[in-house]
């Protein structure tokens, strides 16, 4: 199914029936993301998933992003559908948009997962500001001929940044920048909903220092760390996340 929010055609979809549980993606991702989950899910809660702008089947935004904008296309959607709160699920960025969310619209939002989220900025040292400012540099430098022939620097542009940023085109590539470098920590302590924070133990996209930051300033979290697993961890031993989501959305801890 499709509808037209904020000028961009959003592809959502909507399975199962039962109490309301909404799934958010992580940057790349998609509905397919949560296949298995949704699986799972649609046995006993209605289920309701969606492409973010720039991903799967959803169009591209015009204009550059920030985290804000995603937060409210899914408020709008929520509303367009009827759905006045519902339990909410986000992965790495979908994390991101959830913690917005529940920050600003806290009656949109009963219990909140977040899984290997995204939205504390990395301690960056000097060698990042050192690589951001060659960087920069050799933008400048590009454009001057001479010294772009003699050193193939609009090349070596075009190489730089990280491979997700390269696949991106039009406003999608400002998006990314800017949703990346967006902290949202003084956020956490708005959060009211009962949250339950899932991390791999050896995540090395959202570290698990970032779930213990998470677990720290939001009032009423839980930090669960799944041994070994990745920055997909509800996939990575996908049983146990199973196991463990039924308890909390169910109360059953």
């Not at 790495?92 to 900025?121: E, M, N, T, W, Y």
């Not at 001057?144 to 997700?164: M, V």
């Not at 899932?198 to 090395?204: A, F, H, I, K, L």
Request: net charge neutral.
């Amino acid at each position: 199914m499709t509808t037209e929010i904020a000028g961009v055609v959003v592809r959502y979809e909507i399975c199962g029936e039962g109490e309301p549980v909404l799934l958010l993606h992580g940057w790349g991702g998609s509905v397919e993301s949560f296949l298995p989950l949704t699986e799972y899910l649609k046995k006993t809660r209605q289920v309701i998933l969606l492409d973010f702008p720039g991903h799967g089947q959803s169009g591209e935004p015009q204009t550059p992003w920030a985290v804000e904008d995603f937060a409210g296309l899914v408020a709008e959607l929520l509303g367009r559908l009827g759905v006045a709160g519902c339990d909410m699920l986000g992965h790495s960025f979908g994390g991101r948009v959830a913690i917005v969310l529940a920050a600003k619209c806290p009656q949109l939002v009963k219990k909140l997962v977040l899984v290997d989220a995204a939205g504390i900025l990395p301690r960056r040292g000097i060698s990042y500001y050192a690589k951001v400012y060659r960087y920069k540099l050799g933008k400048k430098l590009a454009k001057i001929g001479p010294i772009d022939r003699l050193f193939h620097l609009t090349e070596r542009q075009k190489n730089a940044g990280s491979a997700e940023y390269r696949a991106l085109s039009g406003a999608m590539r400002a998006t990314f920048v800017r949703v990346v470098n967006e902290d949202l920590e003084p956020l956490l302590p708005q959060i009211s909903a009962e949250t339950l924070l899932v991390w791999g133990s050896e995540d090395t996209a959202t570290p698990l220092s970032d779930g213990q930051t998470m677990e720290r300033k939001i009032p009423n979290a839980g930090l669960v760390v799944f041994e070994g697993c990745g920055h997909f961890s509800y996939l990575d031993d996908f049983p146990r996340f199973c196991a463990v989501l039924k308890c909390f959305l169910e109360g059953l801890a």
